[in-house]
């Protein structure tokens, strides 16, 4: 556990620890234009650590793929509705899912691990199992996720809280509807649901 290395993004994880991650669709940011921003980076002088590096090009690629690059068979609500089954199905079992968002070319996902199960685990079940419904629904085959994924420990509560806010009100930042209820894939529909849903004290 700690700092591991695989593919270009840093990850850093230990048992129980919260996490926001990202995972993205297979071409909605070019390798090639990742790698450019991991040299780009690499040279300027105001990110001497791997965290700092990472967020740096987590930044690029969030400007990049909020713009809807790539095919976006995540806009296809048989895809996203296959993709949040998939999430929801180990919550309260292999990890608590605090919150999600599935936007048109990316997820993402406020997790915290149970005991004895890692984060990489959980991920690539995610994708594995989801890909294959996916590619089934759209009667394709090949790639369906990029194989990185992006994640950040969570600090604190006040993190937590940022971190849950940022996750739910992506489709109203990407000016993808008014209220972080109003997306139909995201657990800012659930809350509301929920709320709407709870007795009157």
Known sequence: ?????????????????????????NDSVPTRVVRQWIAEIAGQPGFPTPEQRALALRRRITTFEDAGHGICHLADPRVAGAVEATLLHGDGNAYALLAWCIMPNHVHVVVEPMAGVSLNSIIQAWKSISARRANILLGRTGPFWMREYYDRYIRDDAHLEAAIRYAENNPVDAGLCARPEDWPWSSGLAHRRRNVDAPLR
Not at 2 to 17: A, N
């Open 1 to 25: 556990m700690g700092w591991q290395s695989r593919g270009y993004l840093p990850h850093i994880e230990f048992p129980g620890q919260v996490q926001a991650v990202t995972f993205r669709l």
